[in-house]
């Protein structure tokens, strides 16, 4: 079969090579590329392009060289031509370091050649039977596996970009980069012709790789949209403690200690100075009455018996613009499924700043069959973290410690970020870790910021102490931390 196909090939004529010439070869580096290429003996003035498999010609392409056409023209097959041309090229030990230059063409592949990339194919341009699959890349695809680099050369209209998608999709895009030619210029073949070899180098060199998800350079990178940090107005707080948007703070502590009225008091001073809105999922304490006195108690700076009924209709006014609550009905398993369902619509309606999980142990939480309890923990609470950045709300969960041994004295040992019931990653994920902190018998409570992830932008770890004034709901601070 080669026998018979080589004598369909005779040399290439003066005018050939002058067409040739006319693109941009050079006619003697051309024929040093031996290739093979000739006139087809029964079919006078047309180029005669052998492929090639293991050394042996297994098909022949004929066509025309036109002025103003890309390519060969009025192309026709003779024997197999159903495979990568200058397949061999992926057999060649000698090449097998070099990236590949893949084309939708033959003379761009000969062009590549001729500026020195022996390693070259071309596929044509109707190949993908499906709109995705590249039968001759799968077909190549046990010679194509080693290959570190692929650079993809199509022609640049609409029809080349959708290819260049489609081979990059098939050779796996990480290992992808698709050139861009120079003014003027649309494919490879243009290149030679306008700017010799030397341009199809440049144009090759400076081949940019294809966009890898995940994976960017700085430029590459937006700026991120300002995100400030803000403190609470605490005395001697915002040091340590200062919010920003889809941020995650935890906040712990022993039963008893202020952990509710803590965070209450933090997220009222929020709507007062600033007016940042605050959606509650508040779980051991019902809104009305428990969390409406006290939030009603913070706006007017008295208990709620001692209101009049103005003060408390200024109240709930405030509380209608500032607050809203996620209250699930007695058929509803508040899971935290659902908590980032509802909280995701309610999100988009109220704008809120921050929203609040109070406390984290009184959701539904079914682990999946085969998952470990701190493997959940630690699914769910990186699912907290991408809910707290996409909607670009501040997310505080406040968490239980696992059950301590009291001390000789009855006294509990004052927990930190490990000690978290379920897992050590609260201490591990959390952006801010706050542990509130009372001994038995005693009204002075310690508020102490054990873990700040960025000293700069979120404080620095420390601690203040004060005493809780429930005829104002706010902590009347007695040691501002100055002297630690």
Not at 173 to 182: D, G, H, K, L, T
Not at 361 to 378: K, S, V
Not at 412 to 430: G, R, T
Not at 449 to 464: A, C, D, M, Q, T
Request: with cysteine; glycine share 8%; proline share 5%.
């Amino acid at each position: 079969m080669t026998y018979l196909l080589q004598n369909y090939i005779k040399p290439l004529t003066p005018e050939m090579l002058a067409a040739f010439e006319a693109r941009g070869f050079d006619a003697e580096e051309f024929l040093a590329l031996n290739l093979g290429v000739g006139e087809h003996s029964e079919r006078p003035g047309r180029v005669a392009v052998p492929y090639r498999q293991g050394g042996n010609i297994v098909g022949i392409r004929t066509g025309t060289l036109q002025t103003g056409f890309a390519g060969l023209q009025e192309a026709a097959g003779q024997g197999d031509c159903g495979i990568l041309y200058n397949i061999d090229c992926l057999s060649d030990a000698t090449l097998a370091d070099q990236p590949l230059i893949v084309t939708d063409g033959i003379l761009e592949c000969w062009s590549a050649m001729a500026a020195g990339f022996r390693r070259c194919v071309a596929v044509p341009a109707a190949t993908a039977a499906d709109g995705r699959r590249q039968p001759l890349i799968e077909a190549a695809g046990h010679l194509l596996q080693g290959v570190p680099q692929f650079f993809i050369a199509t022609f640049d209209d609409e029809h080349g970009q959708r290819l260049r998608a489609n081979l990059a999709e098939a050779l796996g895009s990480q290992r992808c980069r698709w050139v861009a030619y120079p003014k003027g210029c649309s494919d490879l073949s243009g290149t030679l012709r306008t700017y010799k070899a030397r341009g199809v180098q440049e144009a090759i060199k400076r081949a940019k790789w294809f966009a890898m998800p995940g994976f960017y350079s700085m430029s590459e990178l937006p700026e991120p949209a300002p995100n400030p940090a803000y403190g609470t107005g605490i005395v001697g707080l915002d040091d340590h403690m200062r919010l920003r948007r889809g941020d995650l703070t935890i906040v712990s502590g022993v039963p008893g200690a202020g952990k509710t009225t803590f965070v209450n008091e933090v997220f009222c001073r929020l709507a007062k100075a600033r007016r940042f809105r605050t959606i509650w999922a508040s779980f051991e304490q019902r809104v009305k009455p428990d969390h409406r006195r006290n939030l009603r108690t913070f706006h007017a700076e008295k208990l709620e018996v001692d209101m009049s009924a103005e003060e408390k209709a200024a109240a709930d006014a405030w509380i209608e613009e500032q607050f809203r609550f996620l209250v699930p009905d007695d058929d509803t398993e508040a899971s935290l499924d659902w908590l980032l369902e509802t909280l995701g619509g309610a999100v988009t309606r109220f704008d809120p700043f921050a929203c609040v999980v109070d406390p984290w142990n009184a959701l539904e939480h079914t682990r999946p069959p085969g998952m470990t309890t701190t493997e959940y923990t630690g699914v769910s609470i990186e699912r907290i973290k991408r809910f707290a950045r996409k909607r670009r709300v501040h997310m505080l969960v406040v968490a239980h410690p696992t059950k301590l041994q009291r001390k000789p004295n009855g006294e509990y040992p004052e927990p930190n970020l490990w000690d978290i019931a379920d897992s050590a990653h609260w201490a591990n994920k959390a952006d801010l870790g706050v542990m509130v902190w009372r001994k038995t018998g005693q009204s002075e409570t310690e508020i102490a910021v054990v873990k700040s992830k960025f000293y700069n932008e979120l404080g620095r770890p420390g601690s203040i102490k004060g005493i809780f004034d429930e005829t104002k709901a706010r902590l009347t601070v007695t040691d501002d931390g100055g002297m630690r």
